[in-house]
């Protein structure tokens, strides 16, 4: 502290890995038969985080028995922001359209991962778009496809006549990740002794006082099998879209992800604002 000021940054580097950590009803981690395939980044995996913090003591104006340092002395600014990677994410898919091989085109027990189409790489599937703007996701949907299972395979369980079986992608869980998080908090506060040993404490703080939204993951939720239809009637080809844009087509059984990588939620609130009086003894 130098003159009534301090302040302090802190850096963490950190990564963990599993192949399951989100809470919910179904196994997230896509094949329960095989758990490796999805090891990756854990869901609250931050890589990097960043904090500093801030503080002001106000010189005194005026005598503390005076009417003037009674009201003007005893303020103090306080602060402290932080700057963090942002969650991993999987894209996956609800519909029974990806790893439903063992349950007809009606999966009902993982959330299976979308895997990136063989003419994609990961960078390729990120357009470089936050989300938010209408228009511009935040993932490419041509860059998306089934991974279907070809008639006669896996040693003849598939029949010859059935185009319609899919398999599990594999290790592609949390390959993606929001934008980076950011936040800053402020208070100015007053404290004065009443008696010895008792403190009074008024403040003003206030809560993302830039007003920057935080985003949340963008939509990684996708339906490719709009109708849920778990009995396709033979002879409906072509079976996979001929292409994928920012609407959903269907062009046969499956139909290319709908509202991909389009931003709908923020994280926190807006600016608040709050005052609050303590009485410490």
């Keep these: 502290m130098s003159h009534g000021f301090h302040v302090g940054f802190s850096y963490t580097w950190s990564h ?42 106000f010189p005194k104006f005026a005598q503390d028995s005076s009417f003037a340092g009674k009201v003007g002395n005893g303020w103090a600014l306080e602060g402290i922001g932080i700057y963090q990677s ?17 349950y007809g085109v009606s999966d009902g027990i993982t959330n299976p991962i979308v895997p990136i189409a063989s003419n994609c790489t990961m960078k390729q599937a990120v357009t470089g778009a936050s989300g938010v703007t209408p228009g511009l996701p935040a993932l490419d949907a041509a860059c998306f496809s089934i991974p279907l299972l070809q008639p006669g395979a896996l ?65 990684d939720d996708v339906t ?33 992800p709908y509202g991909l990588g389009n931003v709908n939620k923020t994280i926190g609130s807006a600016r608040q604002v709050q005052m609050s009086l303590s009485l410490k003894f």
Excluded at 19 to 44: K, M, T
């Design 224 to 256: 490719q099998n709009v109708n849920y239809n778990g009995f396709p009637v033979q002879g409906t080809l072509p079976v996979l879209p001929s292409g994928c844009g920012t609407a959903n087509q269907s062009t046969g059984f499956y139909n290319c």
């Design 155 to 219: 040693n003849g369980a598939i029949p010859m006549n059935d185009p319609y079986e899919t398999d599990f992608a594999t290790g592609e869980r949390n390959i993606f990740r929001q934008s980076w998080q950011k936040g800053l908090a402020v208070s100015i506060a007053k404290t004065r002794g009443v008696p010895e040993g008792i403190n009074l404490k008024f403040s003003i703080d206030v809560f993302n006082l830039t007003n920057t939204p935080t985003f949340d993951v963008s939509i």
């Design 16 to 57: 963990a890995t599993d192949e399951q950590s989100a809470l919910g009803l179904f196994y997230n981690g896509n094949n329960p038969l095989n758990l490796r395939e999805a090891y990756g980044n854990s869901d609250f995996d931050r890589r990097h985080v960043f904090n500093f913090s801030f503080g002001y003591e």
């Design 86 to 102: 942002g969650q991993p994410f999987s894209v996956i898919d609800y519909s029974g359209a990806v790893g439903s091989v063992f």
